[in-house]
């Protein structure tokens, strides 16, 4: 995948992330880090530890994505719990 695939598929599957997760978007940027990042654990820990596969093409890439990027926010959320 070419790099605006990836900021591209980054970015829609952290604003889905955040919007799952905690309601609201983290602004571009931060969806297109948490995408990204998102990305890399889903496809580790629905693939390696799983064995699940959303299947190929860009939904699948936005859906793993999404479920990487909701367990980083969820871990987030556990670090640095607000009182």
Excluded: C, E, P, R
Aim: proline share 0%.
């Amino acid at each position: 995948m070419g790099i605006i695939a990836t900021l591209i598929i980054g970015a829609i599957a952290g604003w889905l992330g955040g919007t799952i997760y905690k309601g609201s978007g983290l602004g571009l940027i931060g969806n297109i880090i948490i995408g990204i990042l998102g990305s890399i654990v889903g496809y580790w820990l629905l693939g390696d530890v799983f064995h699940v596969s959303l299947g190929g093409g860009w939904i699948g890439a936005i859906l793993t994505g999404a479920i990487g990027a909701i367990v980083i926010l969820f871990l987030i959320n556990l670090i640095f719990k607000k009182k």
